[in-house]
């Protein structure tokens, strides 16, 4: 059975725990900004809100090319309106069974021509997936993307800790990761780090295994004496909140949360002390057929040597995916 594994991770291109990532763009030019705006959003693989997919209690599990093409329209015109500096997107399928193998990184691309810098990564590359019973998955190739107006470069994937499930089943199942870029910030440069947790872990403690290890990887930036920037999908809610609005299996943790070493050691575009005095203003997650968020899974973080400031989700969004925008300046 090893041998098995190891043959079928090889033919699928399961990628290494740690592999660089090329980032296309021209050459660099001009002067850096001294401040970035920064634009955090996950898309829901571009397949819009008018279907209850399997894993939300539905039964849907692919849509139509036309209904991926007028998302993508969406999502880059939310994109053209707030025209940040860099935008880090999460669950980018490049050619999934599930949205008609639409390369949605490619198409974002071409609607998005003030960005011309742009890297993703994969964290779900599997070519087929025999679940559910009702129809198959089949091939997902879903990634991780950023696109800039200003020069990305240095690129890694690195893997973060899995689920605790058979090794057989990991071969099917998402493979988290951080994808790390460096950006210009006035005459020095920021690391950027885009990642996604796991969501389902069932209290198995994956989410807070991947927490310590994003923290070792910002702690690598400062010791290598550059100051970071951490954002994305952290399928996690802040301190305080009640654990239960993420289902019984989070229901056990009350109000603590495994985001707390990141909120107690780093500067935060929305505080604690936001989350507290307005808690619908910074709520993310938008459950199927509702108009309005009511979590907020989607952070982001910063060194102490940066201040995040001008903090706000952009509610405008909410037709388009089950996430909304956090937008955020590094200043």
Do not use: K
């Amino acid at each position: 059975m090893p041998g098995l594994r190891r043959t079928l991770a090889r033919r699928w291109g399961i990628p290494a725990a740690v592999q660089p990532v090329t980032v296309a763009g021209p050459p660099a030019e001009g002067e850096a900004p001294s401040e970035l705006r920064v634009m955090v959003w996950n898309v829901q693989f571009g397949a819009g809100r008018d279907h209850l997919f399997f894993y939300d209690g539905g039964m849907a599990v692919s849509v139509s090319r036309a209904a991926v093409d007028q998302t993508l329209q969406g999502i880059a015109e939310r994109i053209r309106h707030h025209d940040p500096h860099v935008v880090m997107l999460q669950e980018v399928d490049r050619g999934s069974r599930r949205t008609a193998y639409v390369d949605q990184h490619a198409v974002l691309a071409r609607l998005l021509p003030r960005m011309p810098w742009h890297a993703s990564t994969p964290y779900h590359q599997v070519p087929y997936v025999p679940a559910p019973a009702h129809e198959h998955l089949g091939r997902v190739n879903m990634h991780l993307s950023v696109f800039a107006r200003v020069p990305l470069w240095g690129g890694t994937r690195v893997q973060l800790p899995l689920l605790r499930e058979s090794r057989v089943r990991r071969l099917f199942n998402l493979r988290r990761c951080v994808m790390e870029l460096r950006a210009p910030l006035g005459a020095h440069t920021v690391r950027l780090l885009h990642t996604h947790l796991s969501a389902f872990s069932r209290g198995d403690g994956t989410v807070q295994r991947q927490v310590a290890a994003l923290q070792a990887r910002t702690a690598a930036a400062e010791a290598d004496g550059q100051s970071w920037v951490l954002a994305g999908d952290f399928n996690a809610l802040p301190p305080g909140d009640d654990a239960g609005r993420l289902g019984a299996d989070a229901a056990m943790y009350g109000d603590w949360s495994p985001l707390s070493p990141l909120f107690g050691r780093a500067r935060s575009a929305v505080t604690l002390a936001m989350h507290r005095e307005e808690p619908e203003r910074w709520r993310t997650w938008v459950p199927h057929g509702a108009h309005a968020p009511d979590r907020a899974i989607d952070h982001a973080f910063a060194s102490s040597g940066r201040r995040l400031t001008n903090a706000l989700v952009d509610r405008a969004a909410v037709g388009l995916s089950d996430h909304l925008p956090l937008l955020f300046t590094v200043a």
